[in-house]
């Protein structure tokens, strides 16, 4: 009965709703939005602009009413679906726009939104979710997340209508199938609907679902639905399926959910649907019945009325939504009380993709306050539609056009320009943003959670305490939570006594997250006025850096300390306080505020170390910037700002950070230490500095030796590295009576005892070293409670580096040159820069001066007032008389004392020998400089230097152990001529080596002589990620690799195998090798120095078991045990970011990198690969390649070893090159990307989106040549995933069919032709007359307009698949798109076809005899004539008499001079002055040769002829002639003077014909035109100025051609503000239409698109009543292959015009789709027209011209066919069949003809005798 109720409704029409609220009529309105008729169409003639604009932007929204027969009545008006009108129980459509794990955010029609809670999914899961809580069991319980996705379209139902605390209303939702299809019963389900559901169990075979009919069993076999994979459904999943069979009366159900079907099943009257068991969703045929300003109402499923209000109308297509059309709605919303249904008619509902998009494309603009908003429609009762600058819409809802409990005034907001507004929402069922005009929401400083940051102050009003906290509310949607803990500096007991519900409070944010909505405050006091700077991420705690933060926990160990966001760090207990403190938890307390200054901070580990210690003593913050702009080892540059007793004060450039650089640390060589300080002034710069130390302040040296140390990494950063028998470079710090103090880089500093210092017996440790003297040092004991160690400076015990002698004293004497050069250079002073150039070993021709006792001095002409002087020594030997001239040889050169040091004994003096390297020699001591010493190669005559210290740690205690002049050294050459030794030869030396004795450290470790394969017990003191450190009983230390921890084939991938490994325990291990401590380079046992090697251990069962025979493997014969593609455990030792390699060991002694490209599989990672593997943990990796030398081999992380075709690796770009990319791939491989394998789609400029070192996905084609070819085509990538290609790959030349559409880009431009790139390995070649249509006399023309890689259409010309030749054709009639050269460049027409024939013609003419020539010239002026009368008739401006004379012209087709463009139709364009944009006015005005011109052309023909024969006397015949041919020649020059068309020469004749015809614009452009071929750009001007006051006002065009050359002049020579200027003053002179056009030709032809686009808007908006504007704008929008555009333009075109247009207006524009752009549409678009108005023969015709020039021969047979076929009148009929005839005579078979003959034949018949008549 309840359905006959409804289908047959008793009384009347209008019915109350459920709660008794009458259906609104409403008759009377505000007069702006009268409702009847009458109004609307006042309205719509008062303000036609204004609804125009309004009608394009509007959309659609409907409800409907149901109402009649079973019918319910249609609305009276139509509005949005308010929250008010909602009622329990209402059916809607929804959309899925959030899910969190127990609610999921539905977005409702018109921007309402609803929740749907976890209990309101279906019985079934409901009952598991019970089930599973009481169990507390969750394994397979799925939560929402896994069961709905964002963007998910559900049917749901209004559940129930909560208030809310604040008095709105909260919708609760249900999907729930006994909600849902509540009206629906077992017999009245029918094969074809479409129900929603959720899965109730998943068996073996399908799926059971409940669909809410009691008596009913839905099942979806998995058989049925193969393609869609039901193995993923889960109980309690949505879904919307269709009903494929009902058995047994409707108690059994088989669905399917192929969404292709589900989508595409239409609703139909005989499956029973009523008003109440309709259901949202479905899709169903409708037909409109009303069209209204705010909506439509339909009719729909025969008898039902519906509603669609204008946010649900498709915007494309508003115009052709008229009553009477049928289309396809969507069921949005059903209202059963009031019997309202809500349709859509949007696309994505219609056609559903089961998805939305539930974000904009625009990205997220919530929140967003937007400015210069323009209201473009209101429609009352729902609110108005904004657009923003951006020309996007929003929504603006009617309670948000007014403040809160204000009456609304919609004419006043109507009134208003520009509107401000917030973007409140986006609503995915509409697909629009939903915004208030509201200041209240405007204002509000924080509209979302996203719109605030931690550390931010906030205010808000006290919301309620809770046990755990308060919860503040800054606005109506925002609240936050202060924990207990922060309600104030101290822990309150009862907070309810200090803060009340309601209060106003100030906090400062803490921490928010905007996903999960959370936010939390802090009201304590010390941090909310804090004026310390705030750590919101780690990168803010710079070391140094002090800020207040609350303990969050207390352990033995230290406090936790946290700041804002997730930043929190560790207060060592050693650091908590100066005062010792043995259990912090007695002192400190949770949620106590303290300041804590930053030690130390890793912002890559998030790891942080702090001291509370050190923010009280006042640490400042420089130290923090110190330490972080200046680490250690870090190669510097420094300014001198200082001079200091003992060093230099610096600033480190270009930072300026003061530090210190101390004498000592000037050179390795004390001795130089001094002078250098000596040297160096206030703000000199100094090179080659290292940061060693940044503890308290920053410490420089310049010392090579430490340098070179820091640069290797042979340095320990810190105590927890230093390890015995490790070497190190350090310097001698204090001395002391017990021993000496060695500092090292970072800071670390070792004592030396006494007995440690040298091998000799040392008395007075003052003596041995001095201070700052650079030493290498071997540790020998480590003390790790006192963190001590001490060092070795034997040298029996140290090995110094290969060369360290030679290298040092390198360095030294080129530090001495530097100083000399300084020197020399500071004072200016010659003999300075003299002395300078003096070296060692040189030889000088000097005088003797005085000789005494001590030696001699001498005199030098060069060194006037230097000292040369030789010591006793060097003139033994020799008697010296004063003035005696001598030789002498240079020993030394003292540039402070200027004075220089030589000898003169005969064996230095003599011809020096040559030396060979190697060779061994005896050398004498000559002389002595603190460190250097001079010495001679005995019998070779040789000097050099050598330093007087062989050792860095040479101890030098007496006298007699010193160097001093004449003692015997043994010498051995290493290099005969050294370039740093400026030429001399550098030697080592020795003395008698000390005997070696044995140290206590030797005995020990040789005594025990840990032994290959020996078992020990140690106890493990440090564990490390790669390496375990253990004690040993007798001291010393052992190392375990973390491959020596535990069995391989226990090692899980991903683990850490020392993690296992406890510090403190004791282990059994067994002696595998040892290492070297210097190097880290592992040694085998036998090496001899085996005292200096740490002992290499492991841990694995199966080896330390005594009983296991194992022998030592080498680290080739290991490496030689891989090979290549087998996978391996190894270990991650370390990433090297320079190189941006990863480091693993698989082996103590062996280690493999891992290349980036064979890391990682995602480019996404390349950023920081590091985090993906971490120290010492286990990988499985394969092995790439094996290289014994050196010990490295290559592995892959990726599974893959090797390059192989059509698999993807990752590749990075290491060129950009005009034919593709370069790439590097994994492996060593190399590959190139063509352009045309970079996408499916081309675009322009291809190469742009790429930059080098990026890294894409690359697939691998093929190799050639051990180059790999790589496509980027997303087709070949993700082949399931692919889209539609644009552009196939052309792989083979087979491929290719002549006549083929077909794309490419530009390779080259020759002479040949245009070469165009296919695809990899394919290029056609345009020539150069199939590519454009102009005539080209170079190709260079082409090659400026083409440069690389431009995208071209070209059609197949032809093929020659033997040679492999692809000959193209660019032109515009075979690609449908616009010449590749733009008109613009004013080039001349290629002539083809007659009118070639008639120009070949014409040219045999000019061979003509003279006579006949006469007779031809005679000719000319009276064409002239006819001319020059057509326009005196049409007293006419001239404009049309330009056409008619090329009208002429092109109908005599006579030979016109090279220089002129020959003209044809295609040029006859709306005006004259569109030829001028390369100002060339006169051609076809001029193009007939001027009489007197073609006279004297001919004459001189004739003259050179009558000069090659003699001349004869003339008969009087010939008399005769030349009589008449002077008069014939006077009558052509009185034509010329008078005929106006004629170009003068010059100003002057200007000037006289303007006299005669001042109203000509054709003379005044004339005249303009001479001026600019001079280049007289401002007269040009000048002439138009003149012209424009001149011409008559009443002759407008005239006026208007000068205004467009004046334009046209602005374009070319002026700049965008004179030509705006000219613009605005034609505008204000002329017709302001013409003007706009003809700007948007001007801006279009010198290719200013964009320009040209602006003010074509800006025509379409002022113009737009007129047809011409929109066509004009179509055309150009298709020339610029916008063709998505131009169909939108066509839309709003349709609105603007009257519609009595659109069908005119559509053809057009399907003609311009011939023309510019795509033939198919435009066929698609005249088909549409033609099939709604067959009887528009004039169309056919046109269809059929088209189709012929463009189509097919069987879709124009198919067309005539249709034709003929038209109930038109018989003659029309007539006219097709004889074009049809035509047609197949032109390109038909007999055949074919035949057939058009037999099918008139019919037509005849069966129209008897009317038609025969």
């Known amino acids: 009965m309840a359905s006959a109720e409804e289908d047959f409704p008793r009384g009347g029409t209008a019915k109350k709703s459920t709660d008794g609220k009458p259906v609104v009529h409403r008759g009377e309105v505000d007069n702006l939005f009268q409702s009847n008729e009458q109004a609307e169409a006042k309205t719509k003639r008062k303000g036609a602009l204004k609804d125009d604009a309004k009608k394009l932007k509007k959309q659609k929204t409907g409800k409907e009413k149901s109402d009649g027969l079973a019918l319910n009545a249609a609305a009276k008006c139509v509005e949005i679906l308010h929250l008010k009108n909602l009622k329990e129980g209402m059916l809607m459509l929804g959309c899925v726009k959030d899910v969190a794990d127990f609610e999921v955010t539905v977005s409702l029609p018109c921007g309402l939104q609803g929740f749907l809670n976890i209990r309101n999914i279906s019985d079934s899961y409901t009952k598991l979710l019970s089930e599973q809580l009481d169990s507390a069991d969750t394994e397979d319980i799925f939560s929402l997340p896994h069961l709905f996705s964002p963007g998910m379209v559900i049917r749901c139902v209004v559940a129930k209508l909560d208030v809310a605390k604040g008095g709105s209303l909260s919708i609760q939702l249900s999907v729930n199938p006994k909600l849902v299809n509540k009206a629906l019963t077992s017999s009245s389900v029918k094969a074809g609907m479409i129900l929603s559901g959720c899965v109730e169990s998943v068996e073996d075979h399908g799926c059971i679902i409940d669909i809410g009919i009691s008596g009913s069993k839905a099942f979806l076999s998995k058989a049925a639905d193969k393609q869609n994979n039901l193995d993923e459904l889960k109980v309690g999943q949505f879904l919307t399926c269709k009903v494929e069979e009902v058995k047994n009366e409707g108690r059994v159900v088989r669905l399917s959910v192929n969404p292709l079907t589900v989508a595409q099943a239409c609703a139909k009257d005989e499956q029973g649907w009523n008003l109440t068991n309709l259901l949202p969703g479905l899709l169903v045929k409708a037909t409109i019945k009303k069209v209204t300003k705010h909506g439509l109402i339909l009719d729909f499923l025969s008898s039902f009325s519906g509603q669609v209000d204008f946010l649900h109308m498709e915007p494309e297509q508003a115009s052709n939504y008229t009553e009477g059309t049928e289309l396809y709605a969507c069921v949005l919303y059903v209202e059963q009380s009031t019997r309202l249904v809500g349709l859509s008619l949007r696309i ?104 605030l940051q931690a550390g931010q102050i906030v205010e808000g009003k006290v919301s309620v305490l809770l046990s755990h906290g308060m919860v503040v509310h800054l606005s109506d949607h925002i609240k936050g939570l202060v924990p207990r803990t922060h309600l104030s500096d101290i822990l309150l007991k009862n907070p309810e006594k200090k803060y009340v519900e309601g209060m106003k409070v100030k906090c400062r944010v803490l921490s928010v997250d905007p996903a999960t909505k959370k936010l939390y405050l802090t009201r304590k006091k010390a941090l909310v006025e804090t004026t310390l700077p705030l750590f919101l991420t780690f990168n803010d705690a710079r070391p140094g850096s002090i800020s207040q933060g609350y303990i969050v926990c207390i352990k033995s160990f230290g406090c936790i300390i946290r700041f804002y966001n997730n930043v929190k760090g560790l207060v060592p207990i050693s650091e908590l306080s100066s005062e010792p403190i043995i259990s912090p938890e007695e002192v400190f307390y949770i949620g106590q505020v303290l300041k804590a200054k930053v030690l130390k901070c890793d912002p890559g580990k998030e790891k942080m170390v702090l001291s509370f210690k050190g923010a009280v003593e006042g640490g400042t913050e420089e130290a923090a910037k110190l330490q972080d702009d200046c680490e250690v080892g870090k190669q510097l540059e420094a300014k001198v700002l200082k001079k200091l007793v003992n060093g230099l004060e610096v600033s480190i450039l270009p930072d300026d950070i003061r530090a210190i650089l101390p004498t000592m640390h000037l050179s390795d060589h004390l001795s130089n230490c001094p002078l250098l300080w000596e040297s160096l002034q206030e703000g000199d710069d100094i090179s080659n500095l290292v940061c060693f130390s940044n503890n308290k302040q920053i410490s420089l040296t310049k010392k090579p030796t430490v340098r070179w140390a820091l640069e290797e990494g042979l340095v320990a950063k810190d105590f927890s590295e230093i390890t015995v028998g490790m070497q190190l470079i350090g310097w001698v710090k204090n001395i002391m009576s017990y021993g000496v103090f060695v500092e090292f880089p970072y800071g670390l500093v070792g004592l030396a005892p006494k007995s440690a210092m040298t091998d000799k017996f040392v008395s007075d440790t003052a003596a041995a070293f001095q201070l700052g003297q650079t030493v290498i040092a071997k540790v020998t004991n480590l003390d790790e409670e006192k963190r001590r160690f001490l060092v070795t400076l034997k040298i029996s015990e140290v090995i110094p580096r290969d060369g360290d002698a030679q290298t040092r004293l390198i360095n030294g004497l080129q530090e001495r040159r530097a100083l000399n050069e300084v020197l020399a250079m500071k004072d200016n002073c010659d003999l300075r820069q003299q002395l300078t150039a003096l070296c060692v070993g040189q030889t000088l021709k000097l005088t003797v001066d005085t000789v005494n006792d001590d030696g001699a001095i001498f005199k030098s002409h060069d060194l006037v007032s230097a000292t040369v002087l030789a010591n006793k020594y060097h003139v033994t030997g020799v008697s010296l008389t004063e003035g005696q001239k001598v030789t002498a040889v240079i020993l030394h050169v003292d540039i402070l004392s200027a004075s220089v040091h030589v000898s003169i004994l005969p064996k230095l003096v003599e011809k020096k020998k040559s030396l060979i390297e190697g060779s061994k020699h005896r050398a004498t001591v000559q002389y002595i400089d603190k460190d250097f010493a001079v010495v001679s190669l005995d019998n070779t005559a040789k000097l050099t230097v050598i330093q007087t210290r062989s050792h860095m740690n040479e101890v030098l205690l007496s006298a007699s152990e010193m160097l001093k002049a004449g003692m015997s050294l043994a010498v051995e050459v290493t290099e ?86 406890k510090v403190g325990s004791v282990v059994t291990a067994r002696v595998i090798g040892g290492r070297e401590a210097v190097s880290n380079r592992f040694l085998p046992f036998s090496h001899p120095k085996f005292t200096y090697t740490i002992p290499e251990l492991t841990l694995i069962p199966s080896k330390v078991d005594k009983s296991s025979d194992f022998k030592p493997v080498g680290a080739k014969e290991k490496l030689s045990s891989y090979t290549v593609g087998e996978e391996i455990t190894c270990f991650v030792s370390k990433f090297n970011p320079k190189r941006k390699l990863l480091e693993v060991t698989t082996d103590p002694r062996i280690t493999g990198t891992v290349e980036l490209l064979a890391m990682i599989t995602d480019p996404k990672d390349a950023s920081h690969p590091e985090k993906l593997y971490k120290l010492g943990q286990a990988i499985r990796a394969t092995v790439v390649e094996t290289n014994s030398k050196p010990h490295r081999f290559g592995l892959s992380l990726t599974g893959v070893h090797k390059l192989e075709e059509g698999s993807v690796a990752l590749g990075m770009v290491t060129h950009i090159q005009p034919q593709g990319l370069m ?434 808007k800006t025509m379409v908006k002022r113009f737009r009543q007129n047809k011409a504007v929109w066509l004009s704008f179509g055309s150009f929008l298709l020339q610029q292959g916008q063709s998505d555009a131009a169909a939108a333009l066509l839309q709003r075109a349709l609105k603007s015009l009257p519609s009595k247009e659109s069908v005119d207006v559509i053809a057009k524009f399907a003609q311009l789709e011939f023309r510019f752009g795509d033939v198919e549409k435009g066929r698609t678009m005249l088909d549409k027209v033609l099939t709604s108005y067959p009887k528009r023969t004039d169309l056919w015709s046109v269809f059929i011209d088209l189709m012929i020039k463009h189509g097919s021969q069987k879709e124009v047979r198919v067309l005539f066919d249709r034709v003929i076929h038209l109930s038109v009148s018989v003659k029309k009929i007539k006219f097709f069949f004889k074009r049809y005839l035509e047609y197949e005579k032109k390109h038909g078979t007999p055949q074919s003809i035949q057939a058009v003959k037999e099918k008139a034949m019919e037509f005849v018949e069966a129209k008897g005798t009317e038609a025969a008549n």
């Open 348 to 451: 994505y509902l219609v056609q559903p993709e089961q998805r939305l998009n539930p974000t904009p494309s625009c990205g997220d603009r919530i929140g967003e306050v937007v400015k210069d908003c323009k209201m473009t429609t209101v429609h009352h009762m729902s609110g108005a539609m904004l657009e923003l600058p951006d020309k996007m819409l929003a929504f603006v809802h009617r309670n948000h056009m007014k403040e809160m409990h204000k009456a609304t005034n919609e004419n006043r907001v109507l009134a208003k320009p520009e509107h401000t507004c917030r973007i409140l929402d986006f609503s995915p069922m509409e697909q629009i943003h939903f915004a208030s005009l509201r200041w209240s929401v405007i204002e509000r400083p924080f509209y979302r959670y996203h719109d």
């Open 976 to 1061: 005969p001529s050294c370039q740093e030794l400026q030429g001399l030869p550098l030697v080592s030396w020795q003395r008698a080596a000390p005997k070696r004795q044995r140290t206590t450290s030797d005995n020990q470790q040789d005594s025990k002589g840990h032994c290959f394969g020996e078992t020990l017990e140690g106890k493990v003191r440090t564990v490390k990620p790669v390496s375990i450190q253990v004690t040993l009983e007798d001291g010393s230390t052992g190392s375990v690799h973390v491959s020596e921890v535990m069995e391989v084939a226990e090692v899980c991938q991903g683990s850490f195998p020392t993690s296992s490994v």
């Open 1223 to 1656: 790439v590097k791939l994994p492996f060593g491989g190399k590959g190139y990307v063509a352009v045309t394998e970079l996408a499916d789609a081309y675009r322009s400029n291809p190469l742009d989106v790429y930059s080098t070192d990026q890294l894409l996905r690359c697939f691998l084609i093929a190799c050639e040549n051990d180059k790999w070819q790589l496509s980027l085509r997303p087709s070949r990538l993700n082949p399931q995933q692919a889209k539609l290609v644009k552009d196939p790959e052309v792989l083979s030349i087979d491929q290719l069919k002549e006549g083929q559409i077909i794309r490419g880009y530009v390779k080259s431009v020759g002479e040949q032709g245009v070469f165009i790139r296919l695809s990899q390995n394919i290029t056609g070649r345009a020539q150069l007359q199939q590519s454009t249509k102009y005539f080209v006399s170079n190709h260079k023309v082409l090659s400026e307009h083409l440069p690389p890689n431009t995208l071209l259409t070209t059609k197949i010309f032809s093929i020659d698949r033997e040679e492999g030749f692809v000959n193209l054709s660019l032109l515009p009639v075979d690609t449908g798109k616009p010449d590749i050269l733009p008109e613009s460049l004013r080039l001349p027409l290629r002539l083809i076809g007659e009118e070639k024939k008639k120009y070949d013609a014409a040219k045999k003419k000019r061979t003509l005899s003279e006579s006949e020539q006469k007779q031809a010239e005679s000719q000319v002026p009276k064409k002239k004539k006819k001319t020059k009368k057509a326009k005196g008739d049409d007293n006419d401006s001239g404009v049309e008499v330009y056409f008619r004379e090329e009208e002429d012209q092109e109908g005599e087709q006579e030979p016109k001079p090279d220089a002129a463009k020959p003209v044809t139709s295609s040029s006859a364009v709306p005006s004259r002055l569109q030829v001028a944009a390369g100002f060339s006015w006169d051609v076809g005005l001029n193009s007939l040769k001027p009489a007197s011109a073609a006279q004297d052309g001919d004459s001189s023909d004739g003259e050179d002829q009558d000069g090659s024969s003699k001349p004869q006397k003339k008969s009087r015949h010939e008399l005769d002639q030349e009589k008449k041919a002077t008069e014939k020649a006077l009558v052509k020059r009185e034509v010329e003077l008078m005929d106006p068309n004629l170009r003068p020469e010059d100003a002057a004749a200007f000037e006289r014909l303007l006299l005669a015809s001042p109203n000509s614009s054709l003379l005044w452009l004339q005249y303009m035109a001479h001026h600019l071929q001079a280049t007289q750009i401002e007269q040009a001007r000048a002439v138009a100025e003149r012209a424009l006051k001149t011409i008559s006002f009443r002759e407008e065009q005239e006026k208007l051609n000068v205004w467009v050359a004046l334009l046209n002049l602005e374009n070319m020579y002026g700049t965008q503000e004179t030509l705006k200027k000219v613009f605005e003053r034609a505008l204000q002179f002329c017709e302001p239409m013409p003007v706009y056009q003809q700007l948007a030709d001007i801006y279009a032809k010198s290719d200013k698109t964009k320009d040209a686009e602006g003010l074509y």
